[in-house]
């Protein structure tokens, strides 16, 4: 009985039983988000190349705004011509019915020329500074214009 082990001999121990240690799962590598490049402003110019300062082309010798402005100037003084010759036309036309009737009210300038009142009087003044009318009464329905 060789194989028999004496019972007062130490024991081996057992070897303990490998169990498999858990993989752990890889860790995804930090990635950060990309960032929106910010828009150009007066504080943040784009970044872009800088072109190359070539040299200034010659400007010609006329201009194409001075003719419009010409043009412009020319079209406002046609119109304003044609405006006070319509003001002069009832200015005159006051003047008559002041020669046939003697007198005029403010009244009866707005309906001989369908104006308004504050159109009416602004005529009449202007025949008095021109020296052609004179007024007579100071305010109100008594106030009168008659030819000097």
Do not use: W
């Amino acid at each position: 009985m060789p194989d028999e082990v004496p019972t007062d001999a130490p024991m081996p121990e057992p070897a303990p039983i490998a169990t498999p240690e858990p993989i752990p799962e890889p860790i995804p590598p930090q990635v950060e988000p990309p960032v929106p490049p910010e828009p150009p402003t007066a504080q943040i110019p784009a970044n872009e190349p800088i072109a190359p300062v070539a040299e200034p082309l010659p400007q010609a010798t006329t201009s194409v705004v001075a003719p419009v402005l010409n043009f412009a100037r020319d079209l406002t003084v046609k119109a304003r011509a044609v405006i006070q010759g319509r003001k002069r036309k009832k200015l005159d036309k006051i003047l008559e019915f002041v020669t046939t009737k003697g007198s005029v009210t403010n009244d009866q300038v707005e309906k001989l020329l369908h104006v308004s009142d504050a159109t009416a009087t602004r005529y009449l003044t202007q025949l008095e500074k021109e020296g052609k009318l004179k007024q007579e009464g100071k305010t109100g329905k008594s106030v009168k214009y008659s030819k000097m």
